[in-house]
C-alpha cells in the first residue's frame, strides 16, 4: 500500500528569489578580482630595494623586469635565468617591442659589479630604456 503525503497547506508556486543571488555573484565578482590584482605580484622576485629621496612609481606597459638578488643571480619577470639566456632573449623581445624598457631591480646588497654586468648586457642588445628601481625613502 503507497504512502499518501498531503499537505493542509493551499498550493504555491514555485519562485526563485534573484536578491540573493545577486548578493552571491557580487561577493565572487570581489573575490575573483582581489585574487587577480594579488596575483600581479607573484611574478616579482622578493628584493631588498634601497631607498631614494627622490624616486616615483612608475609602471610603464612596455617594460621588462631585471631582479638582481644578494646572491647576484639574474631573474627575468621572476624567472632566474643565466647572463647567457639573457643575452639570447632580450633582442627578441627588442624586436618585438621597439621601444622596450626595462628595470633593473637590485636587492640592497647586491654587489655593484652584479648590477653593472646586467647593465651591460641589456645595453648590449641594444636596450636604450634601461632604469634602477628604488624604494621612496621613508621620511623620519
Known amino acids: ?79 632566474a635565468t643565466s647572463d647567457h639566456e639573457l643575452a639570447q632573449i632580450l633582442p627578441g623581445r627588442l624586436q618585438a617591442i621597439p621601444d622596450l624598457g626595462v628595470f633593473i631591480s637590485g636587492d640592497a646588497d647586491a654587489r655593484h659589479g652584479d648590477m653593472m654586468r646586467i647593465l651591460d648586457i641589456v645595453r648590449a642588445t641594444g636596450i636604450q630604456k634601461v632604469a634602477f628601481e628604488t624604494r621612496p625613502a621613508t621620511k623620519p
Open 1 to 79: 500500500m503507497p504512502v499518501k503525503l498531503s499537505s493542509k497547506l493551499p498550493p504555491t508556486e514555485a519562485r526563485i528569489e534573484i536578491i540573493p543571488l545577486i548578493d552571491i555573484m557580487f561577493f565572487l565578482l570581489a573575490a575573483f578580482m582581489l585574487v587577480s590584482l594579488s596575483m600581479v605580484h607573484l611574478k616579482a622576485v622578493k628584493v631588498n630595494l634601497p631607498a631614494s629621496a627622490t624616486a616615483t612609481a612608475e609602471t610603464p606597459s612596455k617594460t621588462l623586469n631585471i631582479t638582481v638578488n644578494k646572491a647576484g643571480l639574474a631573474f627575468l619577470d621572476g624567472i
